[in-house]
Structures are given as C-alpha cells and as structure tokens.
C-alpha cells in the first residue's frame, strides 16, 4: 500500500507542510489549508513521542493527512466541527469510508480502508476525542495474493538480470527471508552474519522486536557480492546501514520500492509485485508445502497464529480453478 521512509530529511520538521505533501515525481502536492495543517503537526508531533516503529508513525501521518484534505472540501456539510464534536466526527469518519470505497477517483479495498480507520481511531484519539463509532469493513476470506508459479520464474529471471549487486539483494530478501521492506531497509551491515556455509540474517519488525532467519543459498551469494562492492560506496565507512543511497546515505524504504517495481517491471508481470506480495509469496509457499505453522510465523515475524493461518485459506487463482471443475456442454 505505503512504502516506508527510514530517514527523513533533517531540514524538515516532522509533520511540516514540505514533508507531508511531498509526492512522487510528476504528482501535483496537495497543501492543507493553515488550520488544517497545524492539526496535522501537532498530531506528528505527538506521534514522536509514541512508542510506535518509524513505519507505523509514518504511515499513520500519511493517512491522516488524506483524510484532513478531504475534510477541508466537506467540513462545511456538518452541523458541528468533525475535529471537536464526537457526533460529527463519526459522521465525517462513516463519509470518508465510502468515498474511499465508492465515490473516490480511485476506489480503495477493503483491507486499505481498515487500514486508514485505525490510523483516524489513534489520531482521534490523541486528540482526546476516543476512537469514532465506525465500523470495519468484512474481508475477503482469501489467502494474501501470491506469486504463481510461472510468475515466479519469471520474477527470478528478471532479478538474475538485473545489473546491481544492491537491487538484486533487494528484490530477493523478501521473496527468500520473507521480510517487509521496512526491514529490509532497516539493515546494518552487522546483521548479515554469514560462515563459510551458512548465514543468518537479523531483522528489526513492528514494536522493535527482531528475529533471526536462515540465509538461503541463494541470497547469500547477492548478499556477499554486495558486501564486497559496498565499501567502494561513497560515505560507505561511515555509515553502518547495509543498503546505501547514490549519497552514501541509508537508502529508503521508497527508493527500495522503486527497485522492485523496475524489475517487476522487466519481468513482465501481470499484476503489481511488491515487497509484501514477494513476503506473501514466501509465507504460501511455505504454507502450501505443510511447514508447521509456528516456525512460519516465527520466520515472518508473526506475533499471532491467526495471522498465519491466513495463508492456508483458498487464493483466488483456487476459485478460478474450481470452476474449471464444473462439465460445460460445447
């Protein structure tokens, strides 16, 4: 859905007008009226404070800032200010579901949505407001979309192509360490621990907590290609991170998207390929092939079962099968 950015630019406060409406290359930054964008530095501020990962307090800045812009083209429609009345402010709240789900340019999915309502239950309440009375959106009972089998080579293929040690490691500390690229952006150098054969790699998840995972074979070899070119980096003995930036900097969770979506790209795939869909690709894989789920979850870093067990659900592609099952007369 987001990407994640590791490190902010310095020069900006955290919340400022210049962060939050800073967009890709191309896109039209849409500024918050001055009222509007005070609210959403203070709650940034706030956010600081908490005791949440820089994705979560990013990706909660993010989702409030989409909601603040769309109250200030419908804040007049309440008989009360959604930002200090609590019946208004769910009535606000229920309209932004469904324009996000129904009247928006882009329609958004129901998992997206939930989403967004999580990050306004902690911005409302940290205004003191509690959390609105909106109710959530039903999900689909479907594994997470995965990689097929064919696209999967194809994926492969494309990352055996590509000409930087860096991006190669990229694209496939997801599909083989099942990380989220937060994670993989997150990296230091003395998190690689690697032997003559075997290796482990030390991920930092949500809330701080990190695990070990094995090291494929695979893997290792991009990743001790990219260890041996990454001291000619600029800035590379001074920086700790293990991905590093044209600058010499940590690269970011944004940039670290760019690249898998350019080999994505080169691959030919049907549908977008993300970190995430790589991470579902490996938890299927894992699944589908009867490994015990705590050890699946241990190696996502899954703090509940349920959330595993999602893997073991019926995909999409299942159903389309399912119906070739059924005899037609030709």
């Known amino acids: 859905m987001t990407s994640e950015i590791a490190h902010s630019d310095p020069s900006q406060a955290p919340g400022s007008a210049s962060e ?49 812009s769309w109250l200030s083209d419908h804040a007049a429609t309440y008989s009360a200010d959604p930002l200090a009345d609590r019946q208004a402010r769910d009535w606000a709240v229920r309209d932004y579901r469904m324009w996000l789900l129904r009247d928006g340019p882009a329609r958004r999915s129901r998992v997206y949505v939930n989403s967004v309502l999580t990050a306004l239950d902690d911005f409302h309440v940290r205004k003191g407001l509690g959390k609105a009375d909106v109710g959530r959106e039903d999900l689909p009972k479907s594994a997470p979309r995965a990689l097929e089998e064919r696209a999967r080579i194809r994926w492969l293929r494309a990352v055996e192509a590509h000409l930087s040690p860096r991006g190669r490691c990229i694209a496939l500390i997801p ?50 290609l990219w260890l041996d070119e990454r001291p000619n980096w600029p800035n590379a003995d001074g920086n700790r991170a293990l991905f590093l930036n044209a600058k010499g900097g940590r690269l970011t969770a944004r940039a670290a998207s760019g690249i898998i979506a350019e080999i994505a790209q080169t691959a030919g795939l049907d549908d977008p390929t993300t970190a995430h869909v790589l991470r579902h690709t490996l938890a ?13 979850a241990e190696i996502l870093g899954h703090s509940r079962l349920e959330t595993t067990r999602r893997y073991s659900l019926p995909s999409d592609k299942d159903k389309e099968d399912a119906l070739r099952l059924i005899t037609v007369d030709r």
Not at 36 to 49: I, P, T
Not at 198 to 218: A, M, W
Not at 284 to 295: A, H, I, P, S
């Open 20 to 68: 939050i409406t800073k967009r890709r290359p191309g896109a039209r930054p849409t500024r918050l009226p001055p009222a509007y964008d005070a609210v959403l530095g203070e709650y940034a501020s706030a956010l600081e404070r908490a005791p949440l990962s820089d994705e979560t307090r990013r990706t909660y800045r993010s989702r409030v800032r989409m909601f603040l």
């Open 175 to 224: 599909y083989y360490a099942g990380a989220r690229i937060s994670e993989v952006v997150r990296l230091d150098v003395g998190d690689v621990q690697m032997s003559a054969r075997k290796g482990k790699l030390r991920l930092y998840g949500k809330g701080g907590k990190f695990r070990e995972v094995d090291i494929h074979p695979k893997l290792r070899h991009e990743l001790q």
């Open 284 to 296: 299927t894989t894992l699944v589908r092939g009867k490994t015990d789920l705590v050890l699946v």
